[in-house]
């Protein structure tokens, strides 16, 4: 089975993604945050984050994938 599939610019996009616009209200309910998910998904290989505006979760969306990259930044 694929895992990518390739968009119509080229680029390869992983079939799976991590959702984020219902995932707060269970993770509320656990304790944890969207920001905890989100760095638990990227950390094990998520590379599609699936989000939207209507969401209203880009910033939570944008800082796990910044704190992401200056992870690897600082172990290059």
């Known amino acids: 089975m694929e895992r990518t599939i390739v968009l119509h610019n080229g680029v390869k996009m992983p079939i799976i993604g991590f959702g984020t616009w219902l995932a707060w209200i269970l ?44 992870f690897w930044e600082s172990k290059a």
């Open 27 to 70: 993770l509320v309910c656990k304790g944890k945050s969207l920001s905890d998910a989100l760095d638990i998904a990227l950390e094990t290989g998520y590379r599609h984050i699936d989000t939207a505006y209507v969401y209203e979760n880009e910033d939570v969306v944008g800082n796990a994938i910044e704190r992401f990259f200056k």
